[in-house]
């Protein structure tokens, strides 16, 4: 049975940065996944450009049931840290507007940061690599894995999020979390296409392409379900030939 201080399984966003933080402060890191490319999110993201962070990103931007959950980690890594660790690496940016920040190459300059830091932590990865098993014992957790057994104290799910399980994405952590009795969010779709009936968009079509400026609105309406959000916010909105899209939607 091979032995490490930290497992972490999911070499997407979250796993790469952690293995890489974790790592340069001495912590003998196993990095998993389950996919043979790394971080294949991350390549597809911001349209190949990857929409890495935003300048104004602060507590208000994220929803939580816990409004205050996110407050720590961003008071402790800020988007300038981000910026300050691209820089170290070379990767040239740009803001594209309402401080959103691109590569201006592709993503594969993110990846390649976060991979130089998980080298720089000398973290083992391995990749296609499946978790078979996950069992508690006293002094931390044996894994099953597709290339043998490992023990650990320290276990990280960094599984991510259901969208697109053609490059990896899956429901393993949340079933883990499950079978642990954590208590669990139903999870629904977020990132959705707005889409019209054919009919109702007909007068729209000719407008398929056409990128926007627009003051969104949502919640607070005659009607609307109790609890549910509100909250004014200026995006661009793109028409498409079935309905809209675009950061705004
Ligand atoms: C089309 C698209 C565009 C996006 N654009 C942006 C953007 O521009 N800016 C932005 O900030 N965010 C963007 N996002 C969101 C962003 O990609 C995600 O929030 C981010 O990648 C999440 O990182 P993560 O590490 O939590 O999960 P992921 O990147 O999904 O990584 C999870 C990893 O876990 C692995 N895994 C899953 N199950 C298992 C298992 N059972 N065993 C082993 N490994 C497993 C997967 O293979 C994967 O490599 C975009 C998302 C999509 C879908």
Not at 210 to 220: D, H, K, N, Q, V
Request: glycine content about 12%.
């Amino acid at each position: 049975m091979e032995n490490f201080d930290a497992v972490i399984v999911g070499a997407g966003a979250a796993g790469l940065f952690c293995a890489g933080m974790a790592g340069q402060r001495g912590v003998r890191v196993l990095l998993l996944d389950h996919a043979t490319a790394v971080a294949e999110k991350i390549r597809i993201s911001g349209g190949g450009r990857c929409n890495f962070t935003n300048l104004g990103a602060s507590p208000a931007n994220f929803l939580s049931d816990n409004p205050h959950f996110c407050r720590s980690a961003l008071a402790r890594y800020r988007p300038s840290d981000f910026t300050d660790l691209l820089r170290r690496h070379g990767v040239s940016f740009h803001e594209k507007h309402l401080g959103q920040l691109f590569c201006d190459h592709s993503s594969q300059d993110i990846i390649d940061v976060l991979l130089r830091e998980c080298a720089a932590g000398q973290v083992t990865r391995r990749q296609p690599c499946s978790v078979l098993a996950v069992q508690r014992v006293t002094k931390g957790f044996e894994l099953t894995t597709s290339a043998g057994p490992v023990h650990t104290p320290q276990l990280v799910i960094a599984t991510g999020g259901l969208p697109i399980p053609q490059i990896g994405a899956s429901d393993w952590g949340l079933r883990l979390a499950r079978d642990w009795g954590l208590k669990i969010i139903e999870t629904r779709p977020a990132l959705v296409p707005l889409t019209f009936a054919s009919s109702e968009w007909a007068p729209l079509v000719e407008l398929s392409g056409l990128s926007l400026p627009a003051r969104l609105t949502c919640g607070g309406g005659k009607g609307a379900p109790k609890g549910a959000l509100k909250g004014e916010f200026l995006e661009d909105v793109l028409f498409t030939h079935r309905g809209l899209s675009g950061p705004g939607t």
